[in-house]
């Protein structure tokens, strides 16, 4: 399940998260179509079971629609009818939210928007039992003012994977730096190689993780713009040093989030999600590492982003109650199930700390080594975070990467968007 990109340039997976929320979502997910997916009855009175539509995007592994209909069966309190949307699921969703004919219950992830629109209700009640099982991002992520809107249904945490017998050959170990990991790129790269794959955009994917790796954030604690500083256009900067190189493999057949272009030896590195470890392992079998986005310096820390979805109740359903009771079943209370979801179609990592924990297949190799990554330097999309500031960045990387702008007049840019929806939004 691609899920996402970080709130920076707005990619498939992340939104395959939102690489920010609805706004990344759209940025690569698929849509809902006409029907709300609800039976045509309404349910609720004389003993009769409630209706309720749950609304998911299409996911690209097999058998992930089957396991969302298996689940919705095996619920007996309601009758749940599953609607799984091909295409523009962002547009489809914001449109279903405004009404009482959009779903009861949605995959998405949270921005400060839907709360505000009262589109979403807290689920603090159905997750207080439990919320010290998930991990601090994973909260995080999904809480406004101190009230939690959504539970985690996977982690999918970026990373970079590698072909071992490559760097072995060239006598390159996995880089520390980014300073490292643009002279190993450059090195690997030869007239059939390139060094790595980070996007047939030349890189946006790369944006969230190079500010996280010059200690910077999209956001502070008080509100504030976290990115307006000279270490982040310094790491910025260099991610456009790695594009001028020619490093970057340009013009894949598909994207960053399938393992086309490393399967099949196009590249030595890949930026991509673990959701794609199994793929690679059967292609590459144990010719395949993983290290996080380096740090820019001694200064600060590799970056992981750590993506994902989230399961929401709508604020418009006509059953809340009956669809918080749902969420709780099944993201909660269904152990077997959440471990079904994160590990049988591609890999993820399952937000309950106590199943990722045990979960068989995260225990040895690369799928362990990003588990660790993932726990060390892990990054999550900060709610706050609108569209229209993700928009603004996505603008700066594009750039400063591929047009060769000075990362500090393009930080400036950016900053007065983010200053005006901060005080649109706080005041």
Request: net charge neutral.
């Amino acid at each position: 399940m691609p899920a996402h990109v970080p709130n920076a340039g707005l990619n498939r997976r992340d939104l395959l998260k939102r690489a920010g929320g609805l706004a990344a979502l759209a940025a690569f997910t698929a849509a809902c179509g006409g029907n709300t997916g609800r039976p045509s009855t309404g349910g609720g009175s004389g003993g009769a079971k409630v209706n309720l539509s749950q609304w998911y995007h299409q996911y690209g592994e097999a058998g992930t629609q089957q396991a969302a209909a298996k689940y919705a069966k095996a619920y007996t309190d309601a009758n749940v009818a599953v609607q799984w949307t091909p295409g523009d699921y962002a547009s489809k969703l914001a449109s279903g939210l405004l009404s009482s004919k959009g779903p009861d219950v949605f995959e998405s992830q949270l921005n400060i928007g839907m709360v505000k629109s009262n589109q979403v209700v807290p689920l603090d009640d159905i997750i207080a039992d439990v919320k010290s099982d998930f991990a601090e991002g994973d909260l995080a992520t999904n809480t406004i003012d101190g009230k939690v809107y959504g539970i985690r249904m996977i982690v999918d945490p970026q990373v970079i994977y590698y072909r071992k017998s490559m760097l072995d050959k060239a006598g390159i170990k996995p880089p520390e730096t980014i300073d490292d990991l643009i002279a190993a790129a450059k090195e690997l790269t030869t007239n059939k190689v390139k060094g790595i794959f980070v996007g047939n955009d030349g890189g946006n994917a790369l944006g969230g993780p190079a500010l996280w790796s010059s200690g910077g954030t999209y956001l502070t604690d008080d509100h504030k713009p976290g990115f307006a500083n000279d270490r982040a256009a310094t790491a910025i900067g260099k991610l456009h040093q790695m594009y001028a190189d020619k490093s970057v493999l340009l013009g894949a057949p598909t994207d960053w989030w399938d393992p086309g272009a490393i399967n099949q030896g196009l590249v030595a590195m890949q930026w991509i999600g673990m959701w794609a470890v199994p793929g690679m392992q059967k292609a590459l079998g144990d010719d395949l590492g993983v290290f996080a986005f380096p740090a820019l310096d001694a200064q600060s820390k590799p970056a992981v982003y750590s993506g994902g979805w989230t399961q929401f109740v709508s604020a418009k359903s006509a059953n809340v109650e009956a669809a918080k009771k749902f969420v709780k079943w099944l993201w909660i209370d269904q152990a077997e199930f959440q471990e079904d979801w994160s590990l049988n179609y591609g890999f993820h990592i399952p937000p309950r700390k106590s199943l990722a924990a045990k979960a068989a297949k995260l225990q040895s190799g690369v799928a362990a080594e990003t588990v660790k990554l993932t726990t060390d330097y892990g990054h999550t999309d900060n709610p706050s975070w609108t569209p229209k500031m993700g928009t603004a960045f996505a603008d700066l990387l594009t750039n400063v990467i591929k047009k060769g702008a000075d990362p500090s007049a393009e930080i400036t840019k950016a900053e007065k968007t983010v200053n005006a929806e901060l005080s649109r939004l706080f005041g």
